[in-house]
Every structure is written in structure tokens, then in C-alpha cells.
């Protein structure tokens, strides 16, 4: 990046920081540039999974950067300058099938943004590896409200109230099965689990969410497939690394996002398995804030690790036989 590039790509930072509602730390896009009209690049950072989750990057925070790039686009594509809410409700979120299986280096995306009518909009967002391989695809939509709409909607949050609310509360994670899957009780959502997401009412960021609840869903997956298995059920439901070595990777999924989990409020997080499908185990899950859902997702996951030995008595397709009894495949955790 060269000395003239700079001062044009702070630029289109503080105009696209000004038009949205969202801010640093969450805010985490470097060297923002438009390229046309509702076209915008940017460089992501890269986040390597953490197990469970097996893959270059985690899919939670690509989601995030993506959805968040997705909306700079369509915030600058607009004539004022004014500040207006983005609330990502629906998602498509895809790996690409010859995506690597690790990355080096920055990763670049790129988001063309649309305009439906006024108040929603939608983008296409793309992940590409610094030599242009293609990782990860994002076509997602936006309810867009003004700051007056959306404090009519969304009271004002006591802080401190939450913070000694959260301090007061019980940190520890519950884990329980539940029929076909797991129920984690999150606790109370704390308030640094919403900074830099929507100025004066710390929400928790969709794509958090999400992520715990596919986390939820991998754990499902992974106790439905091996049900025997005591080294990757039970006590290895609670903890962050199965001791057997199991890891998910999302595959694709689709998240519909009802409303917002506020700091303070109670989540609960629910995932279920579904069935076996081509290339992986479709899973179910929703998230609830104070009992009421927030958001749900519908997402297809593959198994990485030892072989899965599980019961495929009545399973008559070869195909979803294979997906059921996933053999060891080379390099576990890419």
C-alpha cells in the first residue's frame, strides 16, 4: 500500500463508521476502499479456529467481518451522510468446495450492496485467500432503521445494573442432552460481549451468537454419530477440545435472526440433529434471550478426526451411509 492510497482509504473508514452502527472493537475491516457504486474491498483478519471447529478461519468471525463489509456497502452507496441501524435478519453463509485447507497471509473480501426498498437492503460478500482463492460466500439481508426507529423498538440498557447483574451471576456454562441434540445455558450476557455493537444499547453481535450456536450443533452432531463413545460425549459436551479428537466444520448454513439478545439477558442455546445428507449432518438450532428466540440456524456439518462408528441400521443410500461413518481424513483439524 503506497502513501497515496492511504489517505483515500481513512476516508472511506470514517464515512462508513459515520452511516453505521457499528464500531471498533467489533469493527475489525482494514484498508476499506470503494470500488464502485455499492462496491467496496477490504482486508479481514484472519482467525484461525479453535476446537472443536476444524477449518483455515473461524467461521463465526468471517461471518461477522463479512456481514459488517457487507453493510459499508450499501451505506455508502447512499446520497446522505446519516447514521442508520444495519440489523443483518437473514443469511446464507457457504465454504466454497476447493477452498484451502489453511491460509497465509491477509485475507481480502469483497461486498456489492443493493438497495430493495427503504428499509432493507441486501449484499453478496465474497472471501478470497491475498492470491485470489476463493474461501467463503455471505448473501445476506438488512432490516435498515433510523436511530429514531430503532430506539422505539429497543429500550435504553442500565450498564451498570448489567454489570453487577453478570458479576453477581453464575459464570459456569450448563450442558445438558436434550432428545436428538445438546441445550448449553450461556448465562447472562455480558456487557463486553456486545462492545463496539450498536452505540448506547450493547447487544450481543448476531454472529456471536451464532457461533455458540454452532458450536452447540457440532457437539450435537458429534454425540448423536457416537453415542457409546463416553471420551466424546458427557464431560466433553462442557469442555472446548474433545478429548477423542472429533472436529466440526461448517459447511454451509442459513441464520435468520428474529431479534436482538441484549446484555443482561439469559441465553440459551439449543441444536439438534437432523439427518445425514451429501457431504455432511444437516443440524437444527435456536438461540433464546430470557426464554424469548432471537435466532435460529439451519447448517450442514462435516466431521473431522477419527472415524465415527455409529448406528446405520435402516440407512439404505450409500451415499448418506458415508456421511454417517466418516473416515479419518488427512490433516484433522484443516
Not at 459447511?251 to 441444536?271: D, I, M, N, S, Y
Not at 432471537?294 to 451411509?321: K, N, Q
Amino acid at each position: 500500500m503506497d502513501e497515496q492510497q492511504q489517505p483515500n482509504e481513512t476516508a472511506t473508514e470514517d464515512r462508513a463508521l459515520r452511516r453505521i452502527s457499528v464500531a471498533p472493537p467489533y469493527f475489525g475491516l482494514t484498508e476499506l476502499a470503494e470500488i464502485g457504486h455499492g462496491v467496496v474491498n477490504a482486508t479481514v483478519p484472519s482467525h484461525p479456529t479453535l476446537a472443536p471447529e476444524a477449518g483455515p478461519v473461524e467461521g463465526a468471525q468471517v461471518a461477522r467481518h463479512l456481514a459488517i463489509l457487507g453493510s459499508c456497502a450499501v451505506a455508502l452507496s447512499r446520497d446522505d451522510d446519516d447514521r442508520h441501524h444495519y440489523l443483518a435478519t437473514t443469511a446464507h453463509y457457504a465454504r466454497m468446495a476447493n477452498a484451502p485447507a489453511s491460509v497465509d497471509g491477509p485475507l481480502r473480501a469483497q461486498a456489492i450492496g443493493s438497495w430493495v426498498d427503504r428499509r432493507s437492503a441486501k449484499a453478496l460478500v465474497t472471501l478470497t485467500t491475498d492470491d485470489g482463492r476463493a474461501l467463503n460466500l455471505l448473501d445476506v439481508e438488512y432490516t435498515v432503521l433510523a436511530p429514531r426507529m430503532f430506539r422505539r423498538f429497543n429500550p435504553p440498557v442500565d450498564l451498570d445494573e448489567v454489570r453487577a447483574a453478570v458479576a453477581a451471576a453464575d459464570t459456569t456454562e450448563g450442558v445438558e442432552r436434550i432428545a436428538g441434540g445438546v441445550r448449553i445455558d450461556a448465562g447472562l450476557i455480558p456487557v463486553e460481549m456486545c462492545a463496539g455493537h450498536f452505540p448506547d444499547y450493547p447487544a450481543a453481535p448476531v454472529a456471536i451468537v451464532m457461533g455458540k450456536l454452532c458450536r452447540a450443533a457440532g457437539m450435537a452432531m458429534i454425540g448423536h454419530l457416537a453415542p457409546n463413545n463416553q471420551a466424546t460425549i458427557g464431560d466433553a459436551l462442557a469442555a472446548p477440545v474433545d478429548p477423542a479428537g472429533h472436529r466440526y466444520r461448517i459447511e454451509e448454513g442459513h441464520v435468520a435472526a428474529t431479534g436482538l439478545a441484549r446484555a443482561g439477558q439469559h441465553l440459551v442455546l439449543e441444536a439438534q440433529y437432523v439427518k445425514p445428507i451429501r457431504g455432511g449432518h444437516q443440524m437444527q438450532g435456536r438461540a433464546l434471550a430470557d426464554g424469548e428466540v432471537v435466532g435460529e440456524v439451519d447448517v450442514v456439518l462435516s466431521v473431522h478426526g477419527p472415524a465415527l462408528r455409529a448406528d446405520c441400521s435402516g440407512v439404505e443410500d450409500d451415499i448418506y451411509r458415508d456421511a454417517l461413518v466418516d473416515a479419518e481424513l488427512e490433516g484433522a483439524t484443516s
